[in-house]
C-alpha cells in the first residue's frame, strides 16, 4: 500500500490548521472510514455474531477491511 493512500482526514476542517506547516490536522483518516464502513458490511452480512457465539477471527475482519477500504481509495 501506498504510504500515503488514505491518510487525509475524511471531513477535514480547513480552520484546524498548524500555522508552521499548512497541513490539515482533525478528523479519522479516509482509510478509517473506509475500513469501518466495509467492516460494517461484513457485520451486516452475519459474519460476525453479535453475540460471540460463532467466535469469528476479528483479525481476519479487519484485515479484509482494509484491503476493501485500499483498493476503494486506489479508485478515488
Known amino acids: 500500500m501506498d504510504d500515503k493512500l488514505g491518510q487525509e482526514p475524511a471531513y477535514p476542517n480547513p480552520f484546524e490548521m498548524w500555522k508552521?506547516?499548512?497541513?490539515?490536522?482533525?478528523?479519522?483518516s479516509k482509510r478509517f472510514y473506509a475500513a469501518c464502513?466495509?467492516?460494517?458490511?461484513?457485520?451486516?452480512?452475519?459474519?460476525?455474531?453479535?453475540?460471540?457465539?460463532?467466535?469469528?477471527?476479528?483479525?481476519?475482519?479487519?484485515?479484509?477491511?482494509?484491503?476493501?477500504a485500499d483498493q476503494l481509495l486506489k479508485q478515488e
Open 20 to 28: 508552521e506547516t499548512g497541513e490539515i490536522i482533525g478528523g479519522m
Open 37 to 68: 464502513a466495509a467492516m460494517q458490511g461484513f457485520i451486516s452480512m452475519g459474519c460476525v455474531n453479535p453475540n460471540g457465539l460463532n467466535n469469528p477471527n476479528y483479525d481476519n475482519i479487519i484485515g479484509e477491511s482494509y484491503k476493501f
